[in-house]
C-alpha cells in the first residue's frame, strides 16, 4: 500500500462511518488501475487511544482522524485550506476518503475547491468518496457543488468509478442526479462496458441493464460494443445477462470482428457455445412457426404432457402380454418427446413443465373418473362433490396463476424520487431499497429473482403456477392445494371401489405381492393413475400442512420463516419464531388471511401490502439483503 501506511488508522470502520482509513495516492494509483483489488484490513495498524495528544499533529493527520477543533486551530493560524501536501492531496481529498462531513463542511466554508483534482490518479474529492462507496458523502459533496462528470486521471467520472468499484447504491443516486447511464468516459467506453469487461459477476451489468443501458452502444477506438467486451474479459455472467437483454452477436468491432469471432480468438469454448446457440435460436424464432408457437407454448406444452402422460398409461394398459414391446414403446414414446422438447425454444418452455404436467395429471385423474368409476355408477352426492372439487381445484389454480401476485410497480420518475429521499435520508439500504428495482421496497417484500421483480408479502415462487405467490394470490394457492388433496382423495376412493368390483383380491390367499399382481393385470391403467394421485396428494398435503402451520401459529411467510430463523442461526439465539409483530393468534391470522368476516364476527383489516412502508430506517423486522 505504498505510502498510505503512515497515515493509517483504525481499519474496524474502513467501509462504514467513523474512523476509516486514509489512503495516500499511491495505493489509489494502483487500486483505480487493477479495478478489483481490495483493501487488507488486517494490515491496517490498530486504532489509536482517544488519550493520544492531537494537539503536535500537522492538519493532514487531524484531517485524517477528524480531528476538528485542531484543524480549526491550524486554519486559524493561517494553514491555507486549498493549500495540497507533498503529494498533491488536498484536506477535502483527505476528509473525503475518511467520511469526515463536518470537517467538509468547514474546509468549504473556508474556501476549499470541492473539485480540485490531486493525487496520483489526479481526482477530484467526489472521485475518492465514490471508490470508498461513502453515500452520505458523495451527497454532501454534490450539494456543495462537485461536478460528477469530472473525469479522473484514467478518464473515469463519477458513474464510471460507482459501478467499477461495485457501490450500486451509490450508483443508483448519481442517475438519480441525472448522470446518464450510458454517458461516455474519456475513452469512449459507458459504464456497461466497464462492467462487462472488468468485472467478473452478474450485478453491475444486471443493475444497468434494469436502468435501460444500452446493449448496443460502441466505444470510439475500437467499437466493441458491451458484448465484444465481455468476451474479451471471458466474463460469462455479463455475456449472459447482455445476451438476454438482446445484445447482437453480429455486430462488427473496427477490425471487422463479431463477439463469436472474439470468442474464438480468446479461446473459450464456452463462450463460442453460448453465442452460436443464441444465434440459432434467433434465426429460427424469425420463423412464422416458432412465433405461433412462442405464442401458445402454455397451451403446447400442456398437450406434450398430456400426450406423454397418456401414452404411457395406454402402452402399460394394453392386452399384450409382452413387456419387451411394451417397454420399445415407451422408449419410443420417450424418445419422440425428448426429441420435441429439444426443439422447443429454450428455457421458457423448460420452465413450464412442472405446471403443465401437473395440469395433465389432473386431466387424466378427471378422464378416469367418467370413464372408469363413473359407470359403476356413484351416488349422486358422490357425483355432485367430486364436481365440486373438480370445479374448485380448476378456479383456485387459474386465480393463483393469473392474479397479480402483489409486484412493486413505480414510474421511473417515481423511482428516482425514491432514491433521492432514502439516499439523503440515509436510508439507501438494502432492507429498505432494491437496487435491482429501483424502488422502495414495502414492509414484508421480497424481490424474486425468478420474476426480476419485488412482491409484495412473497411466500415463494412455485413451480407449480410458474409464478409468485404473494399478498393478492396466497390465499388461492392454499385453497388450490386444499382441493388438490381431495382431489386424491377422490381417485383413492374411485381406484379402490373399482379394484373391489372388478378385481379378484384375496389378500389372505394371495399374499401383498400377490395383490399387487392382480392390480397390474386387472388395470395397469388406474395403477398408473393410483401412484400419480399419490404423489401429487402427498407433497400438496406436505406443503399445505406447512403453510397453514406458518399462517395459523406464526403469522410468517416462508421467506420471512427462513430469513429469521437464518438470521437466529447466525446469531445463536433460540427466541420463538410466534413472537412477531405479524402474528395476531390463530383465530385472527386465519380470518386475517382469507378474509373471513363469518357474519360479521370478524372484522379483518384489508391491507394492500404494495403501500405498507416501515416508518423507520432500524424497524425492518426481518433484515432481509436481497439486493442484486
Given at each position: 500500500?505504498?505510502?498510505?501506511?503512515?497515515?493509517?488508522v483504525g481499519?474496524?470502520?474502513?467501509?462504514?462511518?467513523g474512523?476509516?482509513?486514509?489512503f495516500?495516492?499511491?495505493?489509489?494509483?494502483?487500486?483505480?488501475?487493477?479495478g478489483?483489488q481490495?483493501?487488507d484490513?488486517?494490515q491496517?495498524?490498530?486504532?489509536?487511544?482517544?488519550m493520544?495528544?492531537?494537539?503536535?499533529?500537522?492538519?493532514?493527520?487531524a484531517?485524517?482522524f477528524?480531528i476538528?477543533?485542531?484543524?480549526?486551530?491550524?486554519?486559524?493560524?493561517?494553514?491555507?485550506v486549498?493549500?495540497?501536501?507533498?503529494?498533491?492531496?488536498?484536506?477535502?481529498?483527505?476528509?473525503?476518503i475518511?467520511?469526515?462531513?463536518?470537517?467538509?463542511?468547514?474546509?468549504?466554508?473556508?474556501?476549499a475547491i470541492?473539485?480540485?483534482?490531486?493525487g496520483?490518479?489526479?481526482?477530484?474529492?467526489?472521485h475518492?468518496?465514490?471508490?470508498?462507496?461513502h453515500?452520505p458523502?458523495v451527497?454532501?459533496?454534490?450539494?456543495?457543488?462537485?461536478?460528477?462528470?469530472?473525469a479522473d486521471?484514467e478518464?473515469?467520472?463519477?458513474?464510471?468509478?460507482?459501478?467499477l468499484?461495485?457501490?450500486?447504491?451509490?450508483?443508483a443516486?448519481?442517475?438519480?442526479?441525472?448522470?446518464?447511464?450510458?454517458?461516455p468516459?474519456?475513452n469512449?467506453?459507458?459504464?456497461?462496458m466497464?462492467?462487462?469487461?472488468?468485472?467478473?459477476?452478474?450485478?453491475?451489468t444486471n443493475?444497468?441493464i434494469k436502468?435501460?443501458?444500452?446493449?448496443?452502444?460502441?466505444?470510439?477506438v475500437?467499437?466493441?460494443?458491451p458484448?465484444?467486451?465481455?468476451?474479451?474479459a471471458?466474463?460469462?455472467?455479463?455475456?449472459g445477462i447482455l445476451?438476454?437483454a438482446?445484445?447482437?452477436?453480429?455486430?462488427e468491432?473496427?477490425?471487422?470482428h463479431?463477439?463469436i469471432d472474439?470468442?474464438?480468438?480468446?479461446?473459450s469454448?464456452?463462450l463460442?457455445?453460448?453465442?452460436?446457440?443464441?444465434?440459432q435460436?434467433?434465426?429460427r424464432?424469425?420463423?412464422?412457426?416458432?412465433?405461433?408457437?412462442?405464442?401458445?407454448r402454455?397451451?403446447?406444452?400442456?398437450?406434450?404432457?398430456t400426450a406423454?402422460?397418456g401414452s404411457v398409461?395406454?402402452?402399460?394398459?394394453?392386452?399384450?402380454?409382452s413387456?419387451?414391446?411394451?417397454?420399445?414403446?415407451?422408449c419410443?414414446v420417450?424418445?419422440l418427446?425428448?426429441?420435441?422438447?429439444?426443439?422447443?425454444?429454450?428455457?421458457?418452455f423448460?420452465?413450464?413443465?412442472?405446471?403443465t404436467?401437473?395440469m395433465?395429471?389432473?386431466?387424466w385423474?378427471?378422464?378416469?373418473w367418467?370413464?372408469w368409476?363413473?359407470?359403476?355408477g356413484?351416488?349422486?352426492?358422490?357425483?355432485?362433490l367430486?364436481?365440486?372439487?373438480?370445479?374448485?381445484?380448476?378456479?383456485?389454480?387459474?386465480?393463483?396463476c393469473?392474479?397479480?401476485?402483489?409486484?412493486?410497480?413505480?414510474t421511473?420518475?417515481?423511482?428516482?424520487?425514491n432514491?433521492?429521499?432514502?439516499?439523503?435520508?440515509?436510508?439507501?439500504?438494502?432492507?429498505?431499497?432494491?437496487?435491482?428495482?429501483?424502488?422502495?421496497k414495502?414492509?414484508?417484500?421480497?424481490?424474486?429473482?425468478?420474476?426480476?421483480?419485488c412482491?409484495?408479502?412473497q411466500?415463494?415462487h412455485?413451480?407449480?403456477t410458474?409464478?409468485c405467490?404473494g399478498a393478492?394470490n396466497?390465499h388461492?394457492?392454499?385453497l388450490f392445494?386444499?382441493?388438490l388433496?381431495?382431489?386424491?382423495?377422490?381417485?383413492?376412493?374411485?381406484?379402490?371401489v373399482?379394484?373391489t368390483?372388478h378385481?379378484a383380491l384375496?389378500?389372505?390367499?394371495?399374499?401383498?405381492?400377490?395383490v399387487?399382481?392382480?392390480?397390474v393385470?386387472c388395470?395397469?391403467?388406474?395403477?398408473?393413475?393410483f401412484?400419480?394421485?399419490?404423489?401429487?396428494?402427498?407433497?400438496?398435503?406436505?406443503?399445505?400442512?406447512?403453510?397453514l402451520?406458518?399462517?395459523?401459529?406464526?403469522?410468517?411467510?416462508?421467506a420471512?420463516?427462513?430469513?429469521?430463523?437464518?438470521?437466529?442461526?447466525?446469531l445463536?439465539?433460540?427466541?420463538s419464531?410466534?413472537q412477531n409483530?405479524?402474528?395476531?393468534?390463530v383465530?385472527?391470522n386465519?380470518?386475517?388471511?382469507?378474509?373471513?368476516?363469518?357474519?360479521?364476527?370478524?372484522?379483518?383489516?384489508?391491507?394492500?401490502?404494495t403501500q405498507q412502508?416501515?416508518?423507520?430506517?432500524?424497524?425492518?423486522?426481518?433484515g432481509h439483503?436481497?439486493m442484486?
Amino acid at each position: 500500500m505504498g505510502r498510505g501506511r503512515r497515515h493509517s488508522v483504525g481499519g474496524a470502520a474502513a467501509f462504514g462511518g467513523g474512523a476509516a482509513p486514509p489512503f495516500a495516492p499511491a495505493f489509489y494509483s494502483q487500486f483505480g488501475k487493477s479495478g478489483d483489488q481490495t483493501m487488507d484490513i488486517s494490515q491496517q495498524p490498530k486504532k489509536r487511544s482517544h488519550m493520544d495528544d492531537s494537539s503536535s499533529w500537522d492538519i493532514v493527520k487531524a484531517t485524517q482522524f477528524g480531528i476538528l477543533e485542531r484543524c480549526k486551530e491550524l486554519v486559524e493560524a493561517g494553514h491555507d485550506v486549498r493549500q495540497p501536501d507533498k503529494e498533491n492531496v488536498t484536506l477535502l481529498h483527505w476528509a473525503a476518503i475518511n467520511n469526515r462531513s463536518e470537517l467538509i463542511k468547514y474546509f468549504i466554508a473556508k474556501g476549499a475547491i470541492v473539485d480540485q483534482l490531486g493525487g496520483d490518479l489526479n481526482s477530484t474529492p467526489l472521485h475518492w468518496a465514490i471508490r470508498q462507496g461513502h453515500l452520505p458523502m458523495v451527497i454532501q459533496l454534490m450539494r456543495y457543488g462537485a461536478d460528477p462528470s469530472v473525469a479522473d486521471g484514467e478518464g473515469y467520472r463519477a458513474l464510471h468509478l460507482a459501478i467499477l468499484f461495485q457501490h450500486m447504491a451509490v450508483a443508483a443516486y448519481l442517475m438519480a442526479k441525472g448522470q446518464e447511464v450510458d454517458g461516455p468516459d474519456c475513452n469512449g467506453q459507458t459504464p456497461l462496458m466497464l462492467a462487462a469487461q472488468k468485472i467478473i459477476g452478474p450485478e453491475p451489468t444486471n443493475f444497468l441493464i434494469k436502468n435501460n443501458a444500452s446493449v448496443s452502444g460502441v466505444d470510439k477506438v475500437n467499437r466493441n460494443t458491451p458484448l465484444h467486451c465481455a468476451v474479451l474479459a471471458g466474463n460469462v455472467d455479463a455475456a449472459g445477462i447482455l445476451l438476454k437483454a438482446g445484445a447482437s452477436v453480429d455486430a462488427e468491432n473496427v477490425n471487422g470482428h463479431t463477439p463469436i469471432d472474439v470468442a474464438h480468438q480468446v479461446n473459450s469454448p464456452l463462450l463460442v457455445h453460448m453465442l452460436n446457440q443464441v444465434k440459432q435460436e434467433r434465426i429460427r424464432s424469425n420463423s412464422r412457426c416458432l412465433r405461433i408457437i412462442n405464442r401458445y407454448r402454455v397451451f403446447l406444452q400442456f398437450l406434450l404432457c398430456t400426450a406423454f402422460l397418456g401414452s404411457v398409461g395406454a402402452i402399460v394398459d394394453m392386452n399384450s402380454e409382452s413387456w419387451l414391446l411394451k417397454a420399445i414403446l415407451l422408449c419410443c414414446v420417450i424418445g419422440l418427446i425428448h426429441l420435441a422438447s429439444r426443439n422447443l425454444p429454450g428455457p421458457a418452455f423448460q420452465s413450464l413443465v412442472p405446471a403443465t404436467a401437473l395440469m395433465a395429471s389432473v386431466f387424466w385423474m378427471v378422464v378416469t373418473w367418467f370413464l372408469w368409476f363413473l359407470p359403476d355408477g356413484p351416488s349422486a352426492t358422490v357425483q355432485v362433490l367430486f364436481t365440486l372439487n373438480i370445479t374448485a381445484l380448476l378456479y383456485n389454480y387459474l386465480r393463483a396463476c393469473r392474479t397479480d401476485p402483489g409486484f412493486v410497480k413505480a414510474t421511473e420518475e417515481e423511482k428516482k424520487m425514491n432514491v433521492l429521499v432514502l439516499a439523503e435520508a440515509g436510508c439507501l439500504d438494502p432492507r429498505i431499497f432494491c437496487t435491482s428495482c429501483m424502488i422502495k421496497k414495502p414492509m414484508r417484500a421480497n424481490h424474486c429473482f425468478s420474476c426480476d421483480a419485488c412482491v409484495a408479502k412473497q411466500d415463494h415462487h412455485s413451480m407449480w403456477t410458474n409464478g409468485c405467490i404473494g399478498a393478492r394470490n396466497h390465499h388461492y394457492f392454499i385453497l388450490f392445494l386444499f382441493s388438490l388433496v381431495l382431489m386424491g382423495a377422490w381417485m383413492f376412493y374411485g381406484c379402490l371401489v373399482y379394484w373391489t368390483t372388478h378385481c379378484a383380491l384375496r389378500y389372505q390367499d394371495q399374499g401383498l405381492w400377490g395383490v399387487m399382481a392382480t392390480l397390474v393385470s386387472c388395470s395397469p391403467w388406474l395403477l398408473c393413475i393410483f401412484l400419480l394421485a399419490f404423489y401429487h396428494a402427498c407433497w400438496s398435503g406436505l406443503v399445505l400442512l406447512l403453510q397453514l402451520y406458518q399462517i395459523a401459529f406464526l403469522g410468517l411467510t416462508s421467506a420471512e420463516r427462513m430469513s429469521l430463523t437464518h438470521h437466529q442461526r447466525k446469531l445463536r439465539q433460540t427466541a420463538s419464531l410466534r413472537q412477531n409483530p405479524y402474528n395476531l393468534g390463530v383465530v385472527r391470522n386465519l380470518a386475517s388471511f382469507f378474509h373471513l368476516r363469518c357474519c360479521g364476527l370478524f372484522k379483518p383489516a384489508v391491507i394492500d401490502w404494495t403501500q405498507q412502508f416501515p416508518p423507520g430506517r432500524d424497524q425492518h423486522m426481518f433484515g432481509h439483503t436481497d439486493m442484486v
